[in-house]
């Protein structure tokens, strides 16, 4: 009979479901406010166009940004639990909190908002693309000599460099035949697919609950 593996917190159980939840309902928003924007392009059309004025369901792509940055970081506190302590893991895990913090301010400062003198906007998507390679770079780390992130390692450090050079092409204006709506999709695809890998990872782990030990009294 096959073993299930190395058993996991109750609470990075939930982490995985938030981690699932979260990227879905973004993934989903994208979808179908793109169907209702008229000739809207994933080459030519910037992913915050989707919150911009000429988008019909401007205000889904907004809530659903905010949603996605709350879940973030409620992610990013239960995911303590999934990862043995290390130095790596306070970064990893920080700089994805710092992420979410950064998709809940792009949903209240959509692209047309003049806070800031009209740059709040782009100063919040910038902190969540660079936390967001930062924390992929940081977590393989933390998964060092622990079976229950085995083959995972890699796979995060690979996303995390894929989103740090897109980054780089990005601000450069080197998009290549991506465009820079193609390029912006390769900055922040890597950390979304993260989400839904890792979080169906611990979703399929069999999880056990801690139970406070009870001090008999002898008479």
Known sequence: MPGLGPLIPVRAR??????VVGSLQFIL???????KYPGYSDLTNYISDLGGAHSPWAVVFNASAIVLGLLTLLAAYLLLAAFNHR???TLGLGFLAIAGIGAFFVGIFPETSTALGGHAHGLFADIAFIASGLALINLPGAMLRDTRWEGYRAFTFLLG?????AIVLFVAGRWGPLGPGGMERLV??????????????????????RVPIAHSTST
């Open 87 to 89: 130095l790596s893991r």
């Open 161 to 165: 460099v894929i989103t740090l050079l």
């Open 29 to 35: 928003a994208m979808i179908v406010v793109q169907l």
């Open 14 to 19: 939930q982490a995985g479901a938030v981690l």
């Open 188 to 209: 922040v695809a890597p950390i979304l697919l993260w989400a839904l890998v890792a979080g169906i990872h611990l979703l399929s782990m069999p999880t056990y609950q």
